[in-house]
């Protein structure tokens, strides 16, 4: 059984710049690919990134690529998510998501193959 415990969201302007962390419970951190999810009112949940369980591998979705940053450390049971030139349209609830994972470059794109999850961040994006 994994935990995982996000944390760092909050209110920004437009252009602003925002780091989530998410911390997982266990010792078998290095055994899971990472991924951040998010999702807007009204709307489905939607993939942001993947980082895969030695942080070789990493992919983005194309609305953040360029503007957001995942990256793990191992040591800390952390995974970490930098937003910048952040735009109205990233507001919403952040969640981390954990897969056990046997190939260590492997990243996870589809919600559905994620075992664990927590329980959000809220991100507001003010224009």
């Known amino acids: 059984q994994v935990q995982l415990v996000e944390s760092g969201g909050g209110l920004v302007q437009a252009g602003g710049s925002l780091r989530l962390s998410c911390v997982a419970s266990?010792?078998?951190?290095?055994?899971?690919?990472m991924g951040w999810f998010r999702q807007a009112p009204g709307e489905e949940r939607e993939f942001v990134a993947s980082i895969s369980r030695i942080d070789s591998v990493i992919l983005y979705s194309g609305s953040v690529k360029g503007r957001f940053t995942i990256s793990r450390d191992n040591a800390k049971n952390t995974v970490y998510l930098e937003m910048n030139s952040l735009k109205p349209e990233d507001t919403a609830v952040y969640y981390c998501a954990a897969k056990s994972v046997p190939d260590l470059f492997r990243v996870v794109t589809a919600l559905q193959e994620y075992d664990y999850w927590g329980q959000g961040t809220q991100v507001t994006v003010s224009s």
């Open positions: 266990g010792r078998t951190f290095d055994h899971y690919a």
